[in-house]
């Protein structure tokens, strides 16, 4: 009995090398790879980027790289590709996400209830709707029916 190999996509991986400020990322920066190179790049100070053996990188990734170059690190070695997401990235007016307004503990308790009420009162409409309504073939036609 022969087993099929499943054969799965490999990890993307991603090497940082360098030093002295000057430093290369090979491979793919992606999402997957992103926290691996901020940690490689945060531990060092970083002046220069070689991108130039960079295989693949994504929309994390190229928010990523257009932070870096908002700190005054230079890229060198962008491939064309790389350098025409990089531009559309860099070029977004990022803002912080709004503030999510938080609820009460009280009110949220009363408008849980209130729902909970709603909901009970709509299900016994449904109920009550669904068993008192009969058969159009079962009603009787007869005058036995009236008594």
């Not at 054969?7 to 360098?18: C, D, H, K, L, N």
């Not at 691996?36 to 002046?47: I, P, S, Y």
């Not at 729902?115 to 009970?120: F, Q």
């Not at 299900?123 to 007869?142: E, L, M, N, W």
Request: glycine share 8%; proline share 5%; with cysteine.
């Amino acid at each position: 009995m022969a087993t099929a190999a499943t054969s799965e996509p490999a990890a993307p991986a991603i090497a940082v090398t360098g030093e002295g400020g000057r430093f290369a990322i090979e491979g793919v920066l992606d999402v997957h790879t992103l926290a691996q190179a901020e940690k490689a790049l945060k531990a060092n100070k970083t002046r220069e980027l070689d991108l130039s053996k960079l295989s693949g990188l994504d929309t994390p990734g190229a928010l990523f790289l257009c932070g870096l170059i908002d700190k005054k690190v230079e890229l060198t070695g962008v491939r064309s590709e790389h350098q025409a997401l990089l531009d559309l990235i860099c070029a977004l007016d990022l803002k912080p996400l709004p503030k999510v307004p938080t609820v009460g503990r009280g009110r949220k308790l009363v408008r849980d209830l209130g729902k909970g009420a709603e909901d009970a009162a709509r299900d016994a409409v449904d109920i009550t709707t669904f068993v008192g309504s009969r058969p159009a073939s079962r009603r009787c036609r007869s005058s036995a029916c009236s008594r």
